[in-house]
């Protein structure tokens, strides 16, 4: 599985008493074992389990530089090195003696009752020499004795005490190596841990989500399925009231006239809603077609302006358009654009009292943050956008609420007694429109009241 | 279980499990300051800033009773603070027996039990049911003035499956016992499974006895054991040759 192979360490790794070289650092184990050879005054070399040498406290010594330079005694005190090195002491450390007549203690790196490795100290003597000793001799004649003498002089107890304390010192930092060792692997373990954790949620998680996607999609579904079924028969009830208020079926008294006329136009806003409803449906599941060609916004805008201009005076509201000229044309759809702008004034009229103003206007804007201008020589050129206004005077909207008045069926006054209705739908088709046109929809708050919900789009290109 | 036939050792691991601040670390502390020197080895604690244990404490143990064979014995404490749900469980993965460390106090009672619960449940979790896991439960505390009476423990014991010991690890009473127990139903155990002594001749008196040797005292097997309380019949310093 890919995350075992993220994580490698498993916590069985913690049964395993790893070895030498894997607990201490190479280079400050060398340095160790050279201030300790530079303070006792003999050689030290540390050497692994497989006699790899680990640390090289060796000093020099003038007797062995001139051993080395006579064959035969070389060959026969390499032969000894070897010999030497084989040794795995049983007990902790074990003795054995040169054909200089020196010895070498070879001491047992144990840790947690295992064997890690072996130290080597020597060449060292334990009484001064009084002669060469003749195996020597043979091998390397003339040799003085006091040569002999230069190598160190180490009696029994300081060698006890010199194993002793590598032998300590050695311990400390195996254990601390090791303690580091078990710690970062029980972190890796714990991270491991945490991400199979969160994996799974993540899962559960994508799970649910799904689920709802799976429900949005039904409920999309049984709401285009209901409003086109709902149509049919209203089409019926808009189309026969219609009839009877032309006195097709004859004549009608002022009252049953005005009974009539309700049915009328209670059935065209239930006619509207569910045609809006059939949109927000064909947006949300994407199957509303939105053919973007090259539309120039002011006959949409004056179109949207001449529809509402008789409710607003009917209202006593000023309905105005403020155009610059030679307003390029955006990438959009006529069509899907004039509804965004018809929702968008409708909304303003009905939330603007008496004496208000409402105000169409319509700029060129950059589309960059003006904070945010890298590459500004690059990419002005091409963020060129419309910026529609639609702004007017009446009750605003608190901020907390901007972000949500898009939502489909969201009231800023949800309560049953509120003032103004609506079903709540419209705003939420201006942003799918305009989120289909690749622009965005804002609202800011007007001076000194009022909404201004700003619309941008994207421009054809030249 | 470990054996590593080339190095000619037998390795088994033991988990000390229970709430926070039961006592966990104490029973290692003090197994590891009353057992001998050549037997014992450094006590490891990973703890953080404040002295709790963070991830775990390892103290391990060796016995050679046999030319031939050794027996390491893993120690390990878990972080009995919630937030180290998943330490626990690593912890516990691989775990040969485990000594449940209670606190005595009544007022811990309810930490106890869901402490006991997160066992079972991360044993599960590990494919192993409570049931099969050689277990010993330890009161602890027991010099507390709000322990709860050790007659009333040891009634309890006696309809429990488990053995139970009482202590108090900082006055070092039932340390070693809670552990003779442990180890001496993880050997059965393992036994049973292994053939620890029938296949591989493990000599099971002469192990017991190298232990009990190495702790402070030196006190038998089957006596240690005598402090277990258990269920009617079960006593398990009977089921250790005098």
Same mark, same amino acid.
């Given at each position: 599985?890919?995350?075992?192979?993220?994580?490698?360490?498993?916590?069985?790794?913690?049964?395993?008493?790893?070895?030498?070289?894997?607990?201490?650092?190479?280079?400050?184990?060398?340095?160790?074992?050279?201030?300790?050879?530079?303070?006792?005054?003999?050689?030290?070399?540390?050497?692994?389990?497989?006699?790899?040498?680990?640390?090289?406290?060796?000093?020099?010594?003038?007797?062995?530089?001139?051993?080395?330079?006579?064959?035969?005694?070389?060959?026969?005190?390499?032969?000894?090195?070897?010999?030497?090195?084989?040794?795995?002491?049983?007990?902790?450390?074990?003795?054995?003696?040169?054909?200089?007549?020196?010895?070498?203690?070879?001491?047992?790196?144990?840790?947690?009752?295992?064997?890690?490795?072996?130290?080597?100290?020597?060449?060292?003597?334990?009484?001064?020499?009084?002669?060469?000793?003749?195996?020597?001799?043979?091998?390397?004649?003339?040799?003085?004795?006091?040569?002999?003498?230069?190598?160190?002089?180490?009696?029994?107890?300081?060698?006890?005490?010199?194993?002793?304390?590598?032998?300590?010192?050695?311990?400390?930092?195996?254990?601390?190596?090791?303690?580091?060792?078990?710690?970062?692997?029980?972190?890796?373990?714990?991270?491991?841990?945490?991400?199979?954790?969160?994996?799974?949620?993540?899962?559960?998680?994508?799970?649910?989500?799904?689920?709802?996607?799976?429900?949005?999609?039904?409920?999309?579904?049984?709401?285009?399925?209901?409003?086109?079924?709902?149509?049919?028969?209203?089409?019926?009830?808009?189309?026969?009231?219609?009839?009877?208020?032309?006195?097709?079926?004859?004549?009608?008294?002022?009252?049953?006239?005005?009974?009539?006329?309700?049915?009328?136009?209670?059935?065209?806003?239930?006619?509207?809603?569910?045609?809006?409803?059939?949109?927000?449906?064909?947006?949300?599941?994407?199957?509303?077609?939105?053919?973007?060609?090259?539309?120039?916004?002011?006959?949409?805008?004056?179109?949207?302006?001449?529809?509402?201009?008789?409710?607003?005076?009917?209202?006593?509201?000023?309905?105005?358009?403020?155009?610059?000229?030679?307003?390029?044309?955006?990438?959009?759809?006529?069509?899907?654009?004039?509804?965004?702008?018809?929702?968008?004034?409708?909304?303003?009229?009905?939330?603007?009292?008496?004496?208000?103003?409402?105000?169409?206007?319509?700029?060129?804007?950059?589309?960059?943050?003006?904070?945010?201008?890298?590459?500004?020589?690059?990419?002005?050129?091409?963020?060129?956008?419309?910026?529609?206004?639609?702004?007017?005077?009446?009750?605003?909207?608190?901020?907390?609420?901007?972000?949500?008045?898009?939502?489909?069926?969201?009231?800023?006054?949800?309560?049953?007694?509120?003032?103004?209705?609506?079903?709540?739908?419209?705003?939420?088709?201006?942003?799918?429109?305009?989120?289909?046109?690749?622009?965005?929809?804002?609202?800011?708050?007007?001076?000194?009241?009022?909404?201004?919900?700003?619309?941008?789009?994207?421009?054809?290109?030249? | 279980?470990?054996?590593?036939?080339?190095?000619?050792?037998?390795?088994?691991?033991?988990?000390?499990?229970?709430?926070?601040?039961?006592?966990?670390?104490?029973?290692? $502390?003090? &197994?590891?300051?009353?057992?001998? %020197?050549?037997?014992?080895?450094? *006590?490891?604690?990973?703890?953080? =800033?404040? #002295?709790?244990?963070?991830?775990?404490?390892?103290?391990?143990?060796?016995?050679?009773?046999?030319?031939?064979?050794?027996?390491?014995?893993?120690?390990?404490?878990?972080?009995?603070?919630?937030?180290?749900?998943?330490?626990?469980?690593?912890?516990?993965?691989?775990?040969?027996?485990?000594?449940?460390?209670?606190?005595?106090?009544?007022?811990?009672?309810?930490?106890?039990?869901?402490?006991?619960?997160?066992?079972? $449940?991360? &044993?599960?979790?590990?494919?192993? %049911?409570?049931?099969?896991?050689? *277990?010993?439960?330890?009161?602890? =505390?027991? #010099?507390?003035?709000?322990?709860?009476?050790?007659?009333?423990?040891?009634?309890?014991?006696?309809?429990?499956?488990?053995?139970?010991?009482?202590?108090?690890?900082?006055?070092?009473?039932?340390?070693?016992?809670?552990?003779?127990?442990?180890?001496?139903?993880?050997?059965?155990?393992?036994?049973?499974?292994?053939?620890?002594?029938?296949?591989?001749?493990?000599?099971?008196?002469?192990?017991?006895?190298?232990?009990? $040797?190495?702790?402070?005292?030196?006190?038998?097997?089957?006596?240690?054991?005598?402090?277990?309380?258990?269920?009617?019949?079960? #006593?398990?310093?009977?089921?250790?040759?005098?």
């Amino acid at each position: 599985m890919s995350q075992d192979r993220l994580f490698p360490v498993e916590p069985a790794d913690l049964e395993e008493t790893p070895r030498l070289e894997h607990l201490v650092d190479r280079k400050g184990l060398a340095e160790l074992v050279g201030s300790l050879a530079q303070m006792s005054g003999v050689s030290i070399r540390l050497f692994n389990t497989e006699g790899t040498l680990l640390a090289d406290g060796s000093l020099d010594s003038p007797l062995l530089r001139r051993l080395e330079g006579v064959p035969a005694a070389r060959a026969a005190l390499s032969r000894e090195i070897v010999q030497i090195k084989r040794i795995d002491p049983a007990g902790r450390a074990e003795r054995c003696s040169s054909l200089t007549g020196a010895f070498y203690q070879v001491i047992a790196v144990d840790y947690d009752h295992r064997r890690m490795g072996r130290a080597i100290v020597g060449p060292f003597l334990e009484h001064p020499p009084s002669q060469v000793p003749p195996g020597l001799a043979a091998l390397a004649p003339d040799l003085p004795l006091d040569l002999l003498a230069s190598l160190p002089l180490l009696p029994p107890e300081r060698v006890a005490s010199l194993e002793a304390h590598l032998r300590s010192s050695l311990d400390l930092i195996l254990f601390a190596g090791h303690k580091s060792l078990l710690t970062s692997q029980m972190h890796l373990a714990s991270i491991s841990a945490n991400y199979r954790e969160l994996q799974d949620r993540n899962a559960r998680l994508q799970q649910a989500y799904d689920r709802l996607r799976e429900l949005d999609r039904l409920k999309s579904n049984f709401l285009a399925t209901v409003s086109h079924e709902l149509r049919t028969p209203l089409t019926s009830i808009i189309g026969y009231s219609e009839m009877l208020t032309e006195g097709i079926a004859g004549s009608l008294t002022e009252e049953q006239h005005e009974f009539i006329q309700t049915i009328h136009e209670k059935g065209e806003q239930l006619l509207q809603l569910i045609k809006n409803l059939l949109d927000l449906t064909k947006l949300e599941s994407g199957t509303l077609s939105v053919q973007r060609a090259p539309t120039p916004i002011e006959p949409v805008l004056r179109q949207v302006v001449s529809t509402f201009l008789p409710a607003a005076r009917k209202k006593g509201v000023v309905l105005e358009l403020i155009l610059p000229p030679d307003l390029p044309p955006v990438l959009g759809d006529g069509e899907r654009l004039r509804q965004v702008f018809l929702n968008l004034t409708e909304n303003a009229l009905k939330f603007t009292p008496v004496s208000g103003l409402i105000r169409l206007s319509a700029t060129l804007v950059s589309a960059e943050d003006p904070e945010d201008d890298d590459g500004f020589a690059l990419l002005a050129p091409s963020a060129e956008q419309l910026e529609v206004r639609v702004a007017d005077s009446g009750i605003g909207i608190p901020e907390a609420e901007r972000s949500k008045v898009f939502d489909a069926f969201y009231q800023v006054d949800s309560s049953s007694t509120r003032e103004v209705g609506g079903t709540g739908l419209g705003l939420s088709i201006v942003k799918r429109i305009v989120d289909a046109h690749e622009g965005s929809v804002c609202i800011e708050a007007n001076q000194p009241r009022g909404a201004v919900f700003v619309v941008r789009l994207p421009l054809a290109s030249p | 279980m470990q054996l590593d036939f080339s190095a000619r050792e037998l390795t088994i691991k033991l988990v000390y499990y229970g709430p926070a601040l039961s006592g966990k670390t104490t029973n290692l $502390q003090v &197994l590891h300051a009353l057992s001998t %020197e050549e037997t014992r080895g450094r *006590l490891m604690t990973l703890e953080t =800033k404040d #002295d709790r244990t963070l991830f775990f404490d390892l103290l391990p143990l060796t016995f050679k009773s046999d030319q031939n064979f050794s027996v390491r014995l893993k120690l390990y404490t878990v972080p009995g603070q919630v937030i180290h749900a998943s330490t626990r469980k690593l912890v516990l993965q691989g775990a040969d027996g485990v000594a449940f460390i209670a606190d005595s106090q009544a007022s811990e009672t309810r930490n106890n039990a869901a402490a006991f619960k997160d066992l079972k $449940q991360n &044993l599960r979790e590990h494919g192993v %049911e409570l049931g099969k896991m050689p *277990l010993v439960i330890q009161f602890n =505390k027991q #010099d507390l003035p709000a322990a709860r009476p050790e007659a009333e423990i040891i009634a309890q014991a006696r309809r429990g499956k488990e053995p139970v010991f009482c202590a108090s690890a900082v006055q070092h009473r039932g340390i070693v016992e809670t552990f003779a127990g442990l180890f001496f139903l993880t050997w059965r155990s393992l036994d049973r499974v292994h053939g620890l002594g029938s296949r591989m001749g493990f000599d099971e008196r002469r192990l017991f006895s190298e232990i009990t $040797q190495r702790f402070q005292g030196q006190r038998p097997m089957r006596e240690l054991l005598r402090s277990a309380h258990t269920a009617e019949g079960q #006593d398990l310093s009977l089921q250790v040759e005098p």
